[in-house]
């Protein structure tokens, strides 16, 4: 999931010195967009401010295609400056529609709104404009060194694009981070004029090729083609790319090559290329975007992978804001603390949805074996800010195709519509009614290892909760294999006697089937309970020896534990196996083995935490041996019929760790050895561990194991609320979501999940005491009924609207603002 990331050090001044004065003297190197965008604004707000722009290419020399704008970025330009957006809006191709074009077929989804520009239009329109406002812009004129520029100008704004070399000038303060990624891409542009926004998806005997292409003028569309780089290589394009091109020049071979695989959706119109070579894309960022009186600006301060937004987009919001800092703020330094401050977080939060769209498109061939509906549904909700609900407000009818082909075709037409989650699946010998897991949550409650009454309170609460799973979590299998000694555990009669007066406790009151995960918590054991930020330090009294695969300490807080020996080994595939067996003979329904998140079995599973050179040690097949040891001992003695999960983290989230590949091998291990299902989590097993947290961030892992395997999978990992649940399940990335800290906040997640989609089907039953409140409680003012305030009704905007140069209505100056939600991926 991640490319090549380095930090970029250059010998260069270490700290900030503050601008404390207004900027009167303005220097921007580069002429693009956002350093003419921001010009134009800067002048405009203060007419006295002299403004001097460097631009090294020709006031005319056009390089690009087009570029997509939001309606949110259209209204700030509107109202920071109308005389551009005029002008902007009367060359705009606009259109709602996005196709898919995959397996022969086409799905298409309208709603979204998307306005175009030819990127040098676009120039021109800012460049006439900054002439306008006397803004001094020297065309053809390298900016003079930015070290020197700061000693001349009040501000220096650094727009010179994602090759910044202002910022490798002051690396040491900016502290870049330049994550180059593995696939290659192309920018061309056709004389063939797309009506909507296009992702072209073609499977060759090389890979999958993929085109992202749209309308931008009457004319002209931009097409970017992208491959990943296995199959670049395997369709010739490496032999063709070998040698260094001119600035300027294009790589004309790939691009013939390019027009011959892609020519049936091209419709015998030419590729036409400016600069068009095959690329890696690289992710930047800053730790910080200023030095002194020096600011970075679009590119060279951050950039979004195309596939979700264009950078001339940031840039020109970077633009308005620091324009607009500038004249709120009474001295540079705080004008460009608060720029940052402002643009930062929206930045952080493109980039993030940027990142998971780059990776969707980088394991491409993870879907290609979807139907088409899911397949469509799955590229539009990729970055996970288009989601299901978003997607349903936009465009019903293309949901409910997808909805329709999740379900197999088996519902009529017209029928009540029934949400992802609330599907029935069948595990094992199990029907589950919903595709909602309760997780195992510890509660850090036991006595002497038993259930506690916290413990039956929660399961209960969470078996009248609506889940389609309830799972009771952190069960030690030996007492030196608890975490905290406020673990439960099931290695005796008094605790198998306590699990099932539990289970039979909350059998009284609800059908929802019970799970148990079963660990032994390995170099993780002999805790305290964790505080408030989710460490438990190691015991400084009553204390027990633990056991791992090596003899590495968790931290340099923690002692080492003891290298489990052979002997103790086959003991810890014994305990397992005995816990297996009361588990069953207490009442549960499902049992799930923890094989990750740094725990004993994990341990031995990466290779960060496995340093033996034993038969238990070295090759993955090797550091398998006691996982599959465990899973045979337990295999043997669970009854057939009842599900039987592992769960794993497949990815330890820090370098030589466990690789995507060997989280396959190891999933695929499991189901040889009658796995019934995967809990896919990630990381845990290391301290320095670095993941990337955020909404869904662990999903693509279930995805891929889901893929590779043809395992069922559950999604685990910052999901918490049924819009999210439901883009995963439709989308395909998995079969079960676990939901755990929102069940926490709301221990009737579900049931009110159910309540606030208009659901009251089979899949979220309501006890019978509560059946009054399975309807949402009225609010205020919910019975006040809005009286008829317009004599004539203003027509509902068109859900499929394409670009028709030249037609009636196909250039719309005042698109429609009451859309649902964001456009598709906010470009």
């Not at 676009?122 to 001094?136: G, M, S, T």
Request: include cysteine; aromatic fraction near 8%; glycine fraction near 10%.
């Amino acid at each position: 999931m991640t490319g090549r990331a380095h930090q970029v050090a250059v010998t260069g001044p270490a700290h900030q010195v503050a601008a404390t004065g207004p900027a009167h003297r303005v220097a921007v190197i580069g002429g693009g967009p956002g350093g003419l965008y921001f010009a134009a604004l800067a002048k405009q707000l203060d007419p006295e401010r002299s403004i001097t722009v460097f631009e090294r290419d020709g006031r005319e020399d056009e390089f690009g295609f087009g570029v997509v704008f939001s309606d949110e970025t259209l209204d700030g330009i509107a109202q920071a400056d109308p005389r551009v957006f005029a002008a902007m809006s009367a060359e705009f191709a606009r259109w709602s529609d996005i196709d898919v074009r995959y397996a022969g077929q086409v799905r298409t989804s309208g709603g979204h709104g998307f306005a175009a520009l030819d990127r040098n239009r676009l120039r021109a329109i800012l460049q006439r404009r900054c002439a306008e406002l006397a803004v001094d812009v020297r065309y053809r004129t390298p900016a003079p060194p930015a070290e020197r520029l700061a000693e001349e100008y009040d501000l220096v704004v650094a727009a010179d694009g994602i090759n910044s070399g202002t910022r490798a000038a002051y690396a040491t303060t900016f502290r870049p981070e330049l994550d180059e990624r593995h696939a290659r891409y192309m920018w061309l542009g056709t004389d063939k004029v797309f009506d909507a926004f296009t992702f072209l998806v073609e499977r060759f005997d090389f890979g999958v090729l993929q085109v992202h292409a749209y309308p931008y003028s009457a004319e002209r569309s931009t097409f970017i083609v992208e491959i990943g780089e296995e199959a670049w290589r395997r369709a010739g394009f490496e032999a063709l790319a070998d040698r260094e091109f001119a600035r300027g020049e294009s790589d004309e071979a790939s691009v013939r090559r390019c027009a011959e695989l892609l020519a049936g959706h091209l419709d015998g119109h030419r590729l036409i290329p400016n600069a068009s070579r095959w690329i890696r894309f690289t992710t930047v960022r800053n730790a910080t975007w200023r030095h002194r009186n020096v600011v970075l600006l679009g590119d060279a301060a951050h950039s979004a992978h195309f596939s979700i937004g264009s950078g001339t987009k940031l840039a020109l919001e970077d633009a308005l804001a620091l324009a607009a800092s500038l004249g709120e703020q009474p001295t540079v330094a705080e004008a460009l603390a608060a720029y940052e401050a402002e643009r930062r977080p929206v930045v952080e939060s493109t980039q993030r949805a940027a990142q998971a769209s780059l990776e969707w498109f980088e394991t491409i061939d993870r879907r290609t074996g979807q139907d088409p509906d899911r397949f469509a549904f799955n590229l539009l909700t990729r970055s996970r800010r288009v989601t299901y609900e978003n997607l349903r407000a936009r465009d019903p009818g293309f949901v409910a195709a997808v909805e329709a082909a999740f379900a197999g075709g088996a519902e009529p037409v017209g029928a009540a519509t029934v949400p992802p989650m609330f599907r029935p699946l069948k595990l094992a010998a199990l029907e589950l009614r919903n595709r909602v897991v309760v997780p195992p949550l510890a509660t850090f409650t036991a006595v002497d290892a038993l259930p506690g009454a916290f413990d039956r309170a929660q399961l209960t609460a969470h078996a009248l909760g609506g889940a389609g799973l309830v799972i009771a979590g952190m069960t030690a299998v030996a007492p030196e294999g608890r975490a905290t000694d406020r673990c439960p555990g099931l290695w005796n009669d008094r605790q198998e006697e306590a699990w099932r007066q539990l289970v039979d406790a909350v059998r009284a009151v609800s059908g929802t089937p019970l799970g148990i995960q079963l660990t032994h918590a390995g170099r993780r054991a002999s805790t305290a309970v964790p505080g408030p930020d989710g460490i438990g330090r190691p015991l400084t009294e009553g204390g027990w020896p633990t056991l791992a695969a090596s003899p590495l300490p968790w931290d340099a807080a923690s002692p080492p534990p003891h290298e489990a020996n052979a002997v103790e080994l086959a003991a810890v595939a014994a305990d397992f196996a005995e816990s297996a067996e009361r588990a069953a003979r207490a009442g549960f329904d499902v049992l799930e083995l923890q094989f990750g998140h740094g725990h004993l079995v994990s341990g031995f599973l990466s290779p960060l935490t496995n340093r033996r050179t034993d038969r238990y040690g070295g090759p993955l097949a090797q550091r398998l041996r006691l996982p599959l040891e465990v899973l045979a001992a337990v295999r043997a003695v669970w009854p057939a019929g009842r599900p039987l999960l592992v769960r794993i983290s497949a990815s330890d989230w820090a370098p030589g760790g466990t690789t995507e590949a060997e989280a396959v091998a190891i999933c695929r291990a499991l189901a040889d050895g009658g796995v019934d299902a995967v809990d896919v989590s990630t990381g845990e097993v290391v301290a320095h561990q670095r993941p990337p947290f955020g909404r869904g961030y662990q999903t693509p892992f279930a995805e891929l194991v889901r893929a590779a395997t043809g395992l069922p999978t559950v999604a685990v990992g910052a999901i918490s609320g049924h819009d999210d649940a439901n883009s995963v399940l439709l989308a395909g990335r998995a079969d079960l979501v676990a939901v755990g800290r929102a069940q926490l906040y709301d221990p009737l997640w579900t049931l009110h999940a159910a309540a606030e989609q208009g659901y009251a089907g089979p899949g979220a039953r309501w006890p019978g005491p509560w059946a009054a409140g399975s309807r949402r409680p009225p609010g205020p003012g919910a019975d006040r009924v809005a009286p008829r305030l317009r004599l004539v009704r203003e027509p509902e905007p068109p859900v499929h609207h394409r670009w028709r140069p030249g037609a009636a209505g196909a250039v719309d100056p005042d698109p429609p603002t009451d859309r649902p939600g964001p456009t598709e991926e906010e470009r």
